[in-house]
T-cell receptor, first 109, second 113 residues
Framework: KQEVTQIPAALSVPEGENLVLNCSFT??????LQWFRQDPGKGLTSLLLIQSSQREQTSGRLNASLDKSSGRSTLYIAASQPGDSATYLC????????FGGGTRLMVKP | DVKVTQSSRYLVKRTGEKVFLECVQD?????MFWYRQDPGLGLRLIYF???????EKGDIPEGYSVSREKKERFSLILESASTNQTSMYLCASSPNPFYQPQHFGDGTRLSIL
């Protein structure tokens, strides 16, 4: 059964820092990996989707990488801003999405 | 933009009641999903549907059923609500979940008293 782990569970950084969120998964037989953002009490907003054949995807200040063979993905956030404060979830798509526990990010002004 | 609308943001019901959670998407997506989210347990898939009148069990279907009579609407039904079904419920849709992202609604926070 697929297991998805996100480290760290929580992260606090000063504004302007570049940061990396980590996601690891146990079964490399996946179709894609998706990163989401969730604000408190809200639903999930899709940030990036990386197909299993791809190595990375970029959107603005966000860059996600995928190393399927080692079961790892990273989400890189450049020049962090207070508005980036949220919980970030990765989800691995085998037959269905399996979610990690999330990383709660706080960016301090 | 894809719009997934859940009918209620907050809902309070009593144990034993039959509860309906409604979800509507406006992008003609084939696939729709129901998840619940609990602290410490993360998001877990309850049911999904890949076509009208089709349904498949997810990881935790016990105590729930679903209905998909029209392509745009996917309903989650709690047959006899219990307190352990107090949770945040999230609906999602996707044209093709193997290659395209799932889009989520804002969630329904359900409390069973």
């Amino acid at each position: 059964k697929q297991e998805v782990t996100q480290i760290p569970a929580a992260l606090s950084v000063p504004e302007g820092e570049n940061l990396v969120l980590n996601c690891s998964f146990t079964d490399s037989a996946i179709y894609n990996l998706q990163w989401f953002r969730q604000d408190p009490g809200k639903g999930l907003t899709s940030l990036l989707l990386i197909q299993s054949s791809q190595r990375e995807q970029t959107s603005g200040r966000l860059n996600a990488s995928l190393d399927k063979s080692s079961g790892r993905s990273t989400l890189y956030i450049a020049a962090s801003q207070p508005g980036d404060s949220a919980t970030y979830l990765c989800a691995v798509n085998g037959n269905m999405l399996t979610f990690g526990g999330g990383t709660r990010l706080m960016v301090k002004p | 933009d894809v719009k997934v609308t859940q009918s209620s943001r907050y809902l309070v019901k009593r144990t034993g009641e039959k509860v309906f959670l409604e979800c509507v998407q406006d992008m003609d997506h084939e696939n729709m999903f129901w998840y619940r989210q609990d602290p410490g347990l993360g998001l877990r898939l309850i049911y999904f549907s890949y076509d009208v009148k089709m349904k498949e069990k997810g990881d935790i279907p016990e105590g729930y059923s679903v209905s998909r009579e029209k392509k745009e609407r996917f309903s989650l039904i709690l047959e006899s609500a219990s307190t352990n079904q107090t949770s945040m419920y999230l609906c999602a849709s996707s044209p093709n979940p193997f290659y395209q992202p799932q889009h989520f609604g804002d969630g329904t926070r359900l409390s069973i008293l």
